[in-house]
């Protein structure tokens, strides 16, 4: 029953980090895998190691999203396991904020997840399960966070709207929340060890969490056991948010 076999899943962002490790889990319950990326060697990389298809697209590109459904549909039909979770983290305090930066989280993290799920509507199976990777950024509102924080308080509103537009085809839509993970998200931000060890101090688990912890909370959302979850936030977060 926990078996994904012949599944079609895809998963946006997915040469490094969640993505890939989900990638993995989903590949090991017999889904047939498609991970997409913006960067041609990295997805070729990825999608070999994992034994998986790579798809190039740029999530914050509405045309690449919808040639991206477009080549889903057409290579391996439709799709019955959508984890939307391309994304990216910058920092500023809100009155340093630039445009620049302010049009670049929001592009790839709200319009990007947005319009990925719009395009891929049409091609879910009825049955299928969406999952939004969203952040617990967007319940402790972390200082210099504003715009990230705001990405993915969207993405939760638009979750649950989603869950009843699609509750008819019974297609279900959650959103899984981490706190801290130790992805290359974190690389990319310039986490240094006195910053991680302010990071671990905030959380009651202490220590940050791993990709593949987040990995199984979104293979469990994707099968059958959750077949009465919809409109779900789910935290993973060593008791960050408390
Ligand atoms: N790690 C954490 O602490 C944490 C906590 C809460 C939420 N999240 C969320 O989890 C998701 C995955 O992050 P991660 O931690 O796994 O970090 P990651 O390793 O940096 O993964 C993010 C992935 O998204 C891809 N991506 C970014 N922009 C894209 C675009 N425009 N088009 C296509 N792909 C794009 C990245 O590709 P490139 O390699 O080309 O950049 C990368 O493969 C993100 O939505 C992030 O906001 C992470």
């Not at 060890?193 to 990995?215: C, F, H, T």
């Not at 959302?221 to 789910?234: R, V």
Request: charged letters at 20%; proline letters at 2%.
């Amino acid at each position: 029953m926990n078996s994904l076999k012949n599944k079609v899943a895809v998963i946006t962002g997915g040469n490094s980090g969640i993505g890939y490790a989900t990638a993995k889990a989903l590949s090991k319950k017999g889904a047939k895998v498609i991970i997409t990326g913006r960067r041609k060697e990295a997805i070729e990389t990825a999608a070999a190691a994992l034994q998986v298809n790579g798809l190039l697209a740029d999530q914050s590109n509405l045309s690449d999203i919808e040639k991206l459904a477009d080549q889903v549909r057409t290579q391996f039909g439709k799709v019955d396991i959508l984890l939307i979770n391309a994304g990216i983290t910058k920092f500023a305090p809100i009155e340093l904020m630039t445009e620049d930066v302010f049009d670049e989280i929001m592009n790839v993290n709200f319009k990007g997840a947005y319009f990925t799920l719009s395009k891929f509507i049409p091609i879910l199976n009825d049955n299928a399960s969406v999952v939004f990777l969203s952040s617990t950024s967007a319940t402790i509102s972390p200082q210099s966070a504003s715009v990230y924080a705001a990405s993915k308080s969207a993405i939760n509103a638009v979750m649950k709207i989603a869950a009843l537009e699609l509750a008819s085809r019974n297609i279900r839509v959650n959103a899984v929340s981490p706190g801290p993970v130790a992805t290359e998200i974190m690389n990319k931000i310039g986490l240094d060890s006195n910053l991680e060890k302010q990071l671990i101090s905030s959380i009651p688990l202490l220590r940050m969490g791993k990709a593949n912890e987040v990995a199984d909370m979104i293979t469990y959302l994707s099968g059958y056991s959750a077949a009465f979850i919809t409109g779900s936030n789910f935290l993973l977060d060593g008791g960050q948010s408390i």
